[in-house]
């Protein structure tokens, strides 16, 4: 793999009496004044259809390998949360292989990985020792990805070497374009590099179908996913409207196909409401056991007590074999209201990190709800974001292939 050639632009803003166009173009190494409280922009995807940018699955593919690093230095007012700033360092681009990039994480179990997730590639890129002169990246699409990634929205990691994608998705591919039939939900999958769109990448199947480690199919449209313990995972339903938590128990290995062991439980008065092509993301805080989500139509932050509701027994319309039951009487609060479609959601020292898609800008709230600062990005279409091993903010913003760390 090549060096990678590390280039550093710092460019001063003037600031504009009137608001450009939201949708205006802004490439990477130029500036907006972020100090207004609104940059974004908007953008268009491509709603699913079941067409992807590549007419056969490919398996893994290898990426570029020279990192990106052109730093956005705005005027920006004092931030007084620990990883706001003014300056915006591109470390990923189209060139690396983004392709309407959504969502990225942190691999915890290695943490000099960053994955990103692409909705029209149905696939990854990993870039190791991310935004230093050392980094490199690799793409990896799994050859059934676009059943098992179509249009993935979100990821969340596991504390095992697993990691889980919700897709938004009415399944209109399995081993070939069809009529979606909504067979569909989250999927789970190995971190592990020589397993993760490595294994069982014949096509058609012989019998096993990639890498992924399992499946459960009653969340199409899919648009956040959250970690809870083991292999349980929380999902954004988007065609139902409600939150399910999907425990995947123990997984079929790479590739096969029998889910009836799984565990599925909807909070039926758990209620949000999908914008399409535009994520809800969520995180759970492990040490109070609430899931905080991000209501993308309803525009609200809500907080979901994991621990409370009553089970009222078995659902129609189970696909899996699995176990599938609804839940009632949940404590479910609305958090924060009037946002302007919060989509990506983090939460670091007792705060809630949100990116509002609306705007451009990531607002931080306490737990309770309260702002507590707010940080405008140069972002055409702000979806998700993380939180780096130094505690440093991290975003992904499809509108531009990029994916972007916030320096002070």
Known sequence: MSTPTRLSITLSLLVVACGADPGADSGAGTSTDTSTGSSGGEGTTAVPTGESTSAEPTGDQAGTTDASSEGTTAAEPEHTVPGFGGTFTVIGTAEHGLNVVRDL??????????????????????????????????????AYGQHFMAYVSSAAFGDNDRFATCQESRDEWNVGPQAPDDFMGPALWSADLEIFAKVNQAFPPDPLEGSHLDMLHQSPLCMGIAHDVDN???????????IVRYDFQGDHGPGGGDHSDGVI?????????????????MEVDHATGMLYIADTGGGRIMRLDTATGTNTGKLAGDWDGADYTGVEGADYQVVVDGLDEPAGLALHDGRILVSEHGTGDIIAFDLEGQEVDRMSTPAKRIMGITIGPAGDLWYADPGANEVVRVDP
């Open 265 to 281: 439980t909807r909070y039926k008065d758990a209620l949000v409401t999908r914008v399409d092509n535009i994520v809800g993301h």
């Open 105 to 142: 994480e942190f691999n915890p179990m290695a943490p000099d990985q960053l994955w990103t997730y692409n909705m029209l590639s149905h696939g990854t890129v990993i870039f190791f020792d991310p935004g230093t002169d050392q980094q490199t990246s690799e793409e990896r699409i799994d």
């Open 232 to 242: 349980v995972y929380w999902a954004f339903d988007g065609m139902h409207g409600n």
